[in-house]
């Protein structure tokens, strides 16, 4: 678990780099595991962000629809795409939505907290998460 965690470290650094940036910008907007990424929501996916369900057995993330919005839209995608390639040997059909929910959560979370909304910051609740739910797992 080291590498991962070593991983996590680098990509933590570079998030606030012109780089990062620059590859966010060539992304589309991610959606996935019952989580979507958007900077406008439309009237389809708010109305997807309303919908409930049960998920049994219970994971370590609450099951519901995560929207999350943010004017951070592209790199917030890009990140959950590298967060993605760096858990991949992890995830699979049945914990992915525990992974992407939680980092989301994270996200709605940071964003409820009105700490000041950096990108920066931002991504760094959502690696913290990500952290989190690997020690989890250990």
């Given amino acids: ?17 012109p780089a990062f940036q620059k ?10 595991a019952d989580v979507i990424i958007c900077r406008k929501p439309n009237e389809d996916q708010l109305r ?3 919908e409930q369900f049960l998920a049994l057995p219970l994971p370590m993330v609450p099951p519901r629809h995560r929207l999350v919005v943010t004017p ?9 795409e590298n967060l993605r390639d760096i858990f991949v040997d992890l995830l699979d059909f049945s914990n992915k939505y525990d992974f992407y929910g939680g980092l ?4 709605l979370d940071y ?8 990108f920066p910051e931002l991504a760094k609740a959502v690696i913290g998460w990500a952290r989190k739910y690997l020690g989890g797992i250990q």
């Fill in 1 to 17: 678990m080291k590498p991962i965690y070593l991983a996590l470290d680098k990509l933590e650094k570079q998030v606030d780099t």
């Fill in 48 to 50: 997807w962000s309303q």
């Fill in 104 to 107: 989301a959560q994270a996200a």
């Fill in 111 to 118: 964003q409820q907290a009105g700490e000041g909304h950096s």
């Fill in 72 to 80: 951070y839209s592209l790199e917030l995608s890009y990140l959950f």
């Fill in 23 to 32: 590859q966010a910008e060539k992304r589309g907007e991610w959606g996935g």
